[in-house]
């Protein structure tokens, strides 16, 4: 079984100084990229926003950053704007390796709709493409890395178990948004769809 390494939104605004800044963000860009000779494929994503993206606050009159509206496919946070496509706070991490990296595998680019998982849009409908890709190289055991544990890391984790992928979570190399306690939250979410927490 051929295993594939997901890092997930490595980026500049959601380590420290940035945009949506993560706690702790910038700590795991040692760690994984020493995992990263361990697998057989490196796929990164990107979170990458036009600047009228629907999930930024700035773009809703009177909204504050973090709170929550509906949108036609179901509830969204609403953020400080982040990983605007071409500027300088989507760029990764410049410590992460980027040599390994096979696909690069961006999201979230439609102005509508938000997309946390690396496999499916915000609307849980419409593929980003990534499935297809990691089944066409045989790469069916999935470990998730990356930002924010609570949001991006567990939302493609539990699509990768519901599509039929092996997926864990390498908990120590992620960090979480904790917003409202959505880091327990997605911990049990991971948990009852079948994800291995490591
Ligand atoms: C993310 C909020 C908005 C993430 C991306 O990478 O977890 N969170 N966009
Ligand atoms: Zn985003």
Redesign the pocket.
């Known amino acids: 079984m051929a295993r594939a390494l997901i890092v ?2 490595m980026q500049a605004d ?1 380590c420290p100084g940035g945009a ?1 800044a993560v706690t702790g963000g910038d700590t795991i860009v040692g760690p994984i990229n020493a995992l990263m000779a361990g697998f057989d494929a490196v796929v990164l994503t990107q ?1 990458w926003h036009p600047a009228d993206h629907a ?1 930024f606050a700035a773009n809703h009159p009177g909204a504050a950053p973090f709170s929550v509206t509906d949108m036609p496919y179901g509830p969204q ?1 609403l ?1 400080p704007r ?2 605007v496509i071409g500027t300088p706070g989507a760029d990764f991490h410049p410590g992460l390796d980027l040599s390994r990296a096979d696909l690069v595998i961006r999201k ?1 680019f439609r102005p509508a709709i ?1 997309s ?1 998982s690396a496999f499916f849009e915000n609307d849980r409908q419409t593929p980003t493409g990534l499935a297809g890709y990691l089944r066409d190289r045989g790469l069916s055991d999935l470990s998730f890395v990356g ?2 544990h609570d ?3 567990a939302w493609s984790a539990v699509d990768a178990a519901k599509l039929g992928f092996a997926a864990t979570v390498i908990e120590s190399a992620t960090r979480a ?1 904790d917003l409202d306690g959505s880091r327990d939250r997605a911990r049990a979410d991971m948990r009852a769809a079948g994800v291995n927490l490591e």
Do not use: E
């Open positions: 997930i939104d959601f949506l979170d999930s946070v953020w982040h990983c979230g938000d946390y930002l924010a949001f991006c890391v948004i």
